[in-house]
T-cell receptor
Framework: ETGVTQSPTHLIKTRGQQVTLRCSSQ?????VSWYQQALGQGPQFIFQ???????GRGNFPPRFSGLQFPNYSSELNVNALELDDSALYLC?????????????FGPGTRLTVL | KNQVEQSPQSLIILEGKNCTLQ??????????LRWYKQDTGRGPVSLTI?????NTKSNGRYTATLDADTKQSSLHITASQLSDSASYIC??????????????FGTGTQLKVEL
């Protein structure tokens, strides 16, 4: 176990709805990254938060947004859900104090959009 | 374009046999390369990490190699076990302005170990 937790484990939504996914980072980690992993694909980088500010973003539309809180936990919000948003959403925490900045992944949230 | 390509896409081997997975990348500037193991429905778990100056790294039965000149890496699994059945993902990291790193993931090699 990495110490990174995510909630909920599974979620079913319908098109057009909004969803919020949550992530608690490993103790001592100040950086959180979010990834979308479609079935049979590698994770795709959504964005990264460092000290409560967005610190890099992948090729995802603005309806994907996030927050990082003072305790370094994080939320991923997706508005106007589309069928293609169905995926495993992974959160990874890391510390820029570590020389290699290894990311530790949570178990993921499986989102299904109907 | 920053890309990470892995081969083969899938692989089936018998328990006890060895296998080698390949990773080619075009990511630049290169910071480090990691191999992750991802069990179905779980988050990836780091196996090895190598920086530019390292050309081999072992973690138990897993041995990774890196050739930074040709931008190739391999993951060798020795004496495979049923529990090795998983997706193995090659991830290359590059740093970007403002701090933090951006990871580029390969699509993974799906390994199945059978009796």
């Amino acid at each position: 176990e990495t110490g990174v937790t995510q909630s909920p484990t599974h979620l079913i939504k319908t098109r057009g709805q909004q969803v919020t996914l949550r992530c608690s980072s490993q103790s001592g980690h100040n950086t959180v990254s979010w990834y979308q992993q479609a079935l049979g694909q590698g994770p795709q980088f959504i964005f990264q938060y460092y000290r409560e500010e967005e610190n890099g973003r992948g090729n995802f539309p603005p309806r994907f947004s996030g927050l990082q809180f003072p305790n370094y936990s994080s939320e991923l919000n997706v508005n106007a859900l589309e069928l293609d948003d169905s995926a495993l959403y992974l959160c990874a925490s890391s510390s820029n104090q570590e020389p290699t900045d290894t990311q530790y992944f949570g178990p993921g949230t499986r989102l299904t959009v109907l | 374009k920053n890309q990470v390509e892995q081969s083969p896409q899938s692989l089936i081997i018998l328990e006890g046999k060895n296998c080698t997975l390949q990773c080619n990348y075009t990511v630049s500037p290169f910071s480090n390369l990691r191999w992750y193991k991802q069990d179905t429905g779980r988050g990836p778990v780091s196996l090895t990490i190598m920086t530019f100056s390292e050309n081999t790294k072992s973690n138990g039965r897993y041995t990774a190699t890196l050739d930074a000149d040709t931008k190739q890496s391999s993951l060798h699994i020795t004496a495979s076990q049923l529990s090795d059945s998983a997706s193995y993902i090659c991830v290359v990291t590059r740093s970007f302005t403002g701090g933090g790193n951006k990871l580029t993931f390969g699509t993974g090699t799906q390994l199945k170990v059978e009796l």
